[in-house]
């Protein structure tokens, strides 16, 4: 590997960005006079904690438009947060959120350096380094999964990941300027999302490309090396989908801590390596639906048997009425559930 000359990095990067920056509702137009709202930094960083820029837009869109201010947010229902969440997954992040906006309301605002965000609800390294960068133009260093992309061919790193975090955070440290540290930040992310891609990246575009010492290997497209992660586990579980004459459907509200903590979900059985037996949250006539809801989580895959019945008017449990329910303030697991049960549940005689 040959050494690269950090002085050069930065500015070629940011020469490149001020001319290529993506166009994000969170951002302010690179080399602006104009200040970064920590807000909306914090908010778009926690949503595109393993998600995308394109699933998270709209999603970003809709919070902003509902609360604006920290103060709005802070002040919002939990069940009408969690709702606005469904949908984008690692729905802990939803909670942390509402808690750290609640002491960042309390607290009269963000802190401004790293060590400050790192002891708020929910906010870990990346996340306090982007924020400092990109809100307060503190020299910190940023390293999502771009900017280790981008460091392991610009340094021709081969150590597989997740190992060679450690190395990469540390090249990405020596590159980090002291002028335009949240300019010079996005524009690593953004080489890393539109030229330095996982697959085909487009060396002849790249501004770097002189310096990188990979595309001189002819390696760039074999990094970064990364372990290979073991087998998922598959779990298995039922779900029960109940609606009333009058057309109220039967859910309820999963426990804060866990998988879809706080979400509005079916009554369900555990999730387990082996089938589990039915256990309906109440007396009626349930019919198994045939298929199955099949959703991955993190560590593992989740194969779901559903059963529907038509329930009395007198059925016990917590209803929501028909004209409340929306699929679409679920999380995403369960409106499958519901997108297969419905469906079957319509062919049931009214109870």
């Known amino acids: 590997m040959r050494d690269i000359a950090a002085p050069e990095i930065a500015p070629l990067l940011l020469a490149w960005y001020d001319s290529h920056a993506r166009d994000l509702p969170w951002r302010v137009p ?35 438009a509902r609360w604006p201010r920290i ?61 400092a960068a990109i809100a307060f133009d503190q020299p910190e ?3 999502d999964g771009n900017v280790e992309r981008v ?45 330095c891609t996982p697959r085909s990246p487009a060396c002849g575009i790249c501004p770097l490309m002189a310096q990188c010492a990979a595309r001189q290997a002819g390696t760039a497209g074999s990094l970064p090396r990364k372990t ?27 426990p804060a801590r866990g ?19 039915d256990a309906p949250p109440l007396h ?3 019919h198994s639906v045939p298929g199955e ?13 559903l059963r529907v019945a038509r329930l009395p008017m007198d059925a016990p449990g917590a209803f929501i009425p028909a004209d409340q329910f929306n699929p679409a303030d679920l999380p995403t697991l369960m409106r499958k559930a519901h997108h297969l049960g419905a469906a079957y549940l319509n062919r049931l005689e009214p109870s």
């Not at 460091?151 to 020596?174: C, I, Q, S």
Request: with cysteine.
């Open 30 to 64: 690179p080399g602006s006079d104009a200040r970064a709202d920590p807000y909306r930094v914090w908010l778009s960083e926690v949503m595109l904690q393993q998600t995308t820029v394109a699933a998270v837009q709209g999603y970003f869109a809709r919070f902003t």
């Open 71 to 131: 103060e709005d947010l802070a002040a919002a229902e939990d069940g009408d947060v969690m709702a606005e969440w469904a949908g984008l997954g690692y729905y802990a992040r939803a909670r942390n959120l509402l808690a750290c906006a609640r002491v960042l309301a309390e607290n009269g605002g963000f802190p401004r350096d790293r060590e400050g965000l790192l002891a708020l609800p929910g906010v870990g390294p990346y996340t306090a380094a982007a924020i």
């Open 141 to 143: 260093t940023v390293v």
């Open 151 to 195: 460091m392991a061919r610009l340094f021709d790193v081969h150590t597989p990941l997740p190992a060679a975090k450690p190395e990469l955070t540390a090249h990405a440290a020596r590159l980090t300027p002291r002028t335009r540290p949240g300019d010079y930040a996005q524009a690593v992310m953004d080489l890393g999302a539109t030229i």
């Open 228 to 254: 290979r992660k073991p087998t998922k586990p598959i779990r298995l579980g039922i779900a029960y989908i109940g609606q009333r004459a009058d057309g109220a459907w039967l859910l309820e509200r999963r």
């Open 259 to 277: 998988l879809l903590g706080g979400m509005l979900g079916w009554p369900g059985t555990d999730w387990a390596e082996q089938t589990p037996p």
């Open 284 to 286: 009626a006539d349930w």
């Open 293 to 305: 809801v099949r959703h991955t989580f993190t560590h593992f895959h989740l194969r779901l048997g």
